[in-house]
């Protein structure tokens, strides 16, 4: 087995494992690898910084070398820290559903959130459920004037 570290067009991330390069090379090149983030089926290899491990032979050039991944960036989190591939794959498909409960049910107000959720706070439009788009600086805002909001993670879309 062997493990790559593998990025979609939006510049997510992600470790792959597979049975040797030639099987990464296959699935790469066959759309068969989806991001777990954005599904996207247009991934390719990222770079990797390699790791070399000198050996504890005497006299110069001699011993072993091992070379091995490593990603760069933050220390990877501890295994039982976790979550495993199935986990990931569970939360996505949970924030997916949620998406999709939240586009059938609420309007969307887009850019104009934090102006509509202060109408309907304040009674100046009837009450309903609304989702759309806010700064961090606006959703502060709201949360200070006693408003409550909820955000979460927007997947993309598969087909977007």
């Known amino acids: 087995m062997i493990v790559f570290d593998l990025k979609c067009r939006q510049e997510h991330v992600f470790e792959a494992w597979f049975a040797d390069s030639g099987a990464c090379e296959s699935q790469l090149a066959g759309a068969e690898v989806e991001c777990p983030i954005c599904g996207d089926t247009k991934v390719e290899k990222a770079p990797m910084a390699p790791n070399i491990a000198a ?24 295994a039982s820290d976790a979550p495993s591939p199935a986990e990931v794959g ?67 879309r598969h087909d977007s």
């Not at 050996?55 to 220390?75: D, E, F």
């Open 55 to 78: 050996g504890t032979g005497r006299g110069r050039g001699r011993g072993s070398t091992a070379m091995t991944a490593k990603k760069t960036g933050a220390p990877p989190a501890m």
């Open 90 to 156: 569970e939360a996505i498909k949970t924030l997916r559903k949620m998406r999709d409960v939240v586009e059938k049910n609420f309007d969307n107000v887009g850019e104009d959130f934090a102006e509509e959720a202060r109408k309907i706070h304040h009674g100046e439009v009837e009450k309903r459920n609304i989702y759309g788009d806010t700064s961090k600086r606006e959703a502060k805002e709201l949360r200070e004037e006693g408003i409550e909001i909820s955000q979460m993670p927007w997947l993309p």
